[in-house]
Protein backbone atom coordinates (compact mmCIF):
# COMPACT_ATOMS: atom_id res chain seq x y z
CA UNK A 1 0.00 0.00 0.00
CA UNK A 2 1.57 3.21 -0.73
CA UNK A 3 1.70 5.47 2.20
CA UNK A 4 2.85 9.48 1.80
CA UNK A 5 3.19 11.27 4.85
CA UNK A 6 4.21 15.13 4.91
CA UNK A 7 5.48 17.13 7.79
CA UNK A 8 7.09 20.09 9.00
CA UNK A 9 4.24 22.26 8.42
CA UNK A 10 4.06 25.57 10.74
CA UNK A 11 3.35 28.89 11.24
CA UNK A 12 5.72 31.59 10.09
CA UNK A 13 6.27 35.15 9.64
CA UNK A 14 6.75 36.58 6.48
CA UNK A 15 10.10 36.47 5.06
CA UNK A 16 11.23 33.17 7.14
CA UNK A 17 11.71 29.85 5.97
CA UNK A 18 9.97 25.91 6.32
CA UNK A 19 11.49 22.95 5.34
CA UNK A 20 8.37 20.55 4.16
CA UNK A 21 8.97 16.55 4.29
CA UNK A 22 7.56 13.72 2.11
CA UNK A 23 7.92 10.06 3.32
CA UNK A 24 7.16 7.86 0.56
CA UNK A 25 6.53 4.15 1.41
CA UNK A 26 4.95 1.40 -0.73
CA UNK A 27 6.57 2.71 -4.23
CA UNK A 28 9.69 2.42 -6.03
CA UNK A 29 10.67 5.70 -4.69
CA UNK A 30 13.81 6.43 -7.02
CA UNK A 31 11.99 5.71 -10.50
CA UNK A 32 8.93 8.00 -10.15
CA UNK A 33 8.56 11.59 -9.88
CA UNK A 34 7.62 13.32 -7.23
CA UNK A 35 5.66 16.76 -6.73
CA UNK A 36 4.27 19.25 -4.20
CA UNK A 37 0.97 20.91 -4.61
CA UNK A 38 -0.94 23.46 -2.33
CA UNK A 39 -4.53 24.60 -1.86
CA UNK A 40 -5.51 27.93 -0.40
CA UNK A 41 -8.98 28.91 1.06
CA UNK A 42 -10.96 29.18 -1.77
CA UNK A 43 -8.83 28.31 -4.04
CA UNK A 44 -7.73 25.58 -6.86
CA UNK A 45 -5.13 23.16 -6.07
CA UNK A 46 -2.15 24.58 -7.71
CA UNK A 47 1.27 22.97 -8.39
CA UNK A 48 4.69 23.69 -6.74
CA UNK A 49 7.53 21.64 -7.92
CA UNK A 50 8.24 18.77 -8.87
CA UNK A 51 11.27 16.27 -9.43
CA UNK A 52 12.32 13.98 -12.15
CA UNK A 53 13.49 10.19 -10.77
CA UNK A 54 16.46 11.04 -8.45
CA UNK A 55 16.06 14.58 -8.73
CA UNK A 56 18.14 15.08 -11.78
CA UNK A 57 15.61 17.41 -13.39
CA UNK A 58 13.03 19.70 -11.44
CA UNK A 59 10.35 22.73 -12.48
CA UNK A 60 8.70 24.97 -10.51
CA UNK A 61 5.56 27.34 -10.39
CA UNK A 62 6.48 30.82 -11.16
CA UNK A 63 5.13 32.27 -8.11
CA UNK A 64 7.54 30.10 -6.42
CA UNK A 65 10.80 30.24 -8.26
CA UNK A 66 14.15 31.41 -6.46
CA UNK A 67 12.57 31.08 -3.10
CA UNK A 68 11.61 27.38 -2.96
CA UNK A 69 13.54 24.52 -3.81
CA UNK A 70 12.41 20.27 -4.13
CA UNK A 71 15.01 17.84 -3.30
CA UNK A 72 15.07 13.70 -3.01
CA UNK A 73 16.71 11.99 -0.43
CA UNK A 74 16.52 8.64 -2.05
CA UNK A 75 18.15 6.29 1.05
CA UNK A 76 15.29 7.63 3.14
CA UNK A 77 12.35 7.72 0.45
CA UNK A 78 11.94 11.30 1.20
CA UNK A 79 10.96 14.63 -0.87
CA UNK A 80 11.75 17.85 0.66
CA UNK A 81 10.38 20.85 0.10
CA UNK A 82 12.80 24.14 1.34
CA UNK A 83 10.85 27.23 1.12
CA UNK A 84 12.49 30.31 1.76
CA UNK A 85 11.69 34.23 1.76
CA UNK A 86 7.49 33.05 2.23
CA UNK A 87 4.86 35.49 1.49
CA UNK A 88 1.50 35.92 2.89
CA UNK A 89 0.39 34.56 -0.40
CA UNK A 90 2.09 31.08 -0.13
CA UNK A 91 -0.28 30.34 3.14
CA UNK A 92 -2.17 26.71 2.06
CA UNK A 93 -2.24 23.55 2.49
CA UNK A 94 0.66 21.63 1.27
CA UNK A 95 0.13 18.07 -0.90
CA UNK A 96 2.95 15.51 -1.55
CA UNK A 97 2.37 13.75 -4.72
CA UNK A 98 3.40 10.47 -6.81
CA UNK A 99 3.26 9.61 -10.20
CA UNK A 100 3.30 6.13 -11.44
CA UNK A 101 5.82 6.27 -13.75
CA UNK A 102 9.62 8.31 -14.58
CA UNK A 103 7.76 11.65 -15.73
CA UNK A 104 7.34 14.71 -13.78
CA UNK A 105 4.25 17.06 -14.35
CA UNK A 106 2.81 20.63 -13.51
CA UNK A 107 -0.58 19.03 -14.02
CA UNK A 108 -2.14 17.47 -11.07
CA UNK A 109 -3.98 14.79 -12.81
CA UNK A 110 -0.57 12.74 -13.52
CA UNK A 111 0.08 11.60 -10.01
CA UNK A 112 -1.70 8.64 -8.14
CA UNK A 113 -1.17 9.08 -4.96
CA UNK A 114 -1.41 12.06 -2.63
CA UNK A 115 -0.43 12.62 1.23
CA UNK A 116 -2.75 14.35 3.77
CA UNK A 117 -1.37 17.31 3.52
CA UNK A 118 0.36 20.06 5.80
CA UNK A 119 -0.68 23.56 6.67
CA UNK A 120 1.77 25.95 5.96
CA UNK A 121 0.32 29.76 7.44
CA UNK A 122 2.73 33.17 6.98
CA UNK A 123 1.76 35.66 8.96
CA UNK A 124 2.76 39.39 8.75
Known amino acids: QVRLQESGGGLVQTGGSLRLSCAAS????????MGWFRQAPGKEREFVAASSPYGVNTVYADSVKGRFSIARDSAKNTVLLQMNNLKLEDTAIYYC?????????????????WGQGTQVTVSS
Open 97 to 113: AATSSGGFYRESHNYVH
Open 26 to 33: GLTFSMIG
